[in-house]
């Protein structure tokens, strides 16, 4: 029990270190600065991996706490402190890599559904529907994966007659680069008028498709890298992790050297990682629009 005290000890005091790096508090920078930046964006990984109930606050003591338990149980089987912060810091960014990795696979679903949205509109806007119509009535004729949010879209639009507030939450809601660039058209529609409008969202669809099949077939032959990056990376740790088991090899590993060695792998796991996955996928598109 001591042990396993000391191991969560050891991981949430590691945790806060790892918090207030990311986090720095400060109140020199203006209100929309880094950190409210970093929590939008953890908002909108939020939202997309199905967790947009869930506050930013609970989700980060979620990470604490999953911190201090990996840090504790490491400590109580292996008794070496570098493995135990190791363990915390991997304890703590699971939860954040889980939900990045969910935002990423709901990004690429929705990616594949925006050129239909958009033909839906240009039908609509042909036939002669008023345009804040045609965007509510996606709410029941669009793609089932993007209905909920058009749903709060027709919700907010009967609430507040404010086509372009709503469109602002429907963007926010979304966190979709796709779907900024849409949203963007139409209310620059919307302000400047004209009849360009479905011509507009044609070539904009052509353009949407082009590049989903290009990121289609990167991702699917790109794929034998990324896999072979997690084989390389893990195949070396449960080495580490085998070899610890034994009390001598722990003694060792909480010698300087054996620190140094265990700092320096874990250095050169995350940075070889990193390359593999830049070789294997296309940038994700940045949301200029927000």
């Not at 029990?1 to 020199?28: N, W």
């Not at 089932?144 to 009967?158: C, I, T």
């Not at 919307?190 to 082009?210: F, K, N, Q």
């Not at 990121?215 to 890298?225: G, L, N, Y």
Request: proline share 5%.
């Amino acid at each position: 029990m001591i042990a396993i005290a000391l191991g969560a000890l050891v991981g949430l005091g590691g945790v806060l270190i790892v918090v207030s790096m990311v986090f720095p508090h400060t109140t020199i920078l203006p209100k929309r600065t880094t950190q409210g930046r970093l929590a939008r964006e953890l908002r909108t990984r939020l939202s997309l991996s199905g967790l947009g109930m869930v506050p930013v606050p609970a989700f980060i003591v979620a990470c604490v706490l999953l911190a201090g338990v990996a840090g504790g149980i490491v400590q109580a089987m292996f008794g070496i402190v570098v493995l135990t912060l190791l363990a915390a810091l991997g304890g703590a960014l699971t939860p954040l890599l889980i939900v990045t990795w969910r935002a990423r696979a709901t990004r690429r679903t929705h990616r594949m559904l925006w050129p239909d949205v958009v033909d839906h509109l240009v039908s609509s806007i042909r036939a002669g529907t008023a345009l804040p119509e045609a965007v509510a009535q996606l709410a029941d004729a669009g793609p089932d994966a993007l209905r909920a949010s058009f749903r709060g879209f027709a919700r907010d639009y009967r609430t507040s007659a404010s086509f372009g507030g709503a469109l602002d939450r429907l963007k926010n809601d979304l966190g979709d680069p796709v779907a900024d660039r849409i949203i963007e058209t139409l209310k620059m529609a919307r302000d400047v008028g004209g009849t360009e409008l479905p011509g507009v969202l044609r070539s904009l669809s052509a353009a949407i498709r082009e590049d989903s099949g290009i990121r289609s077939e990167v991702d699917a032959r790109q794929s034998w890298v990324r896999n072979a990056a997690k084989l390389g990376v893990a195949a070396p740790w449960l080495i580490l992790f085998l070899l610890a088991s034994r009390p001598e090899a722990a003694a060792a590993y909480n010698s300087p050297i054996g620190i140094t060695v265990i700092v320096a792998g874990a250095v050169v796991s995350v940075v070889a990682y990193r390359f593999m996955l830049a070789l294997g996928r296309l940038p994700e598109e940045r949301r200029w629009f927000r």
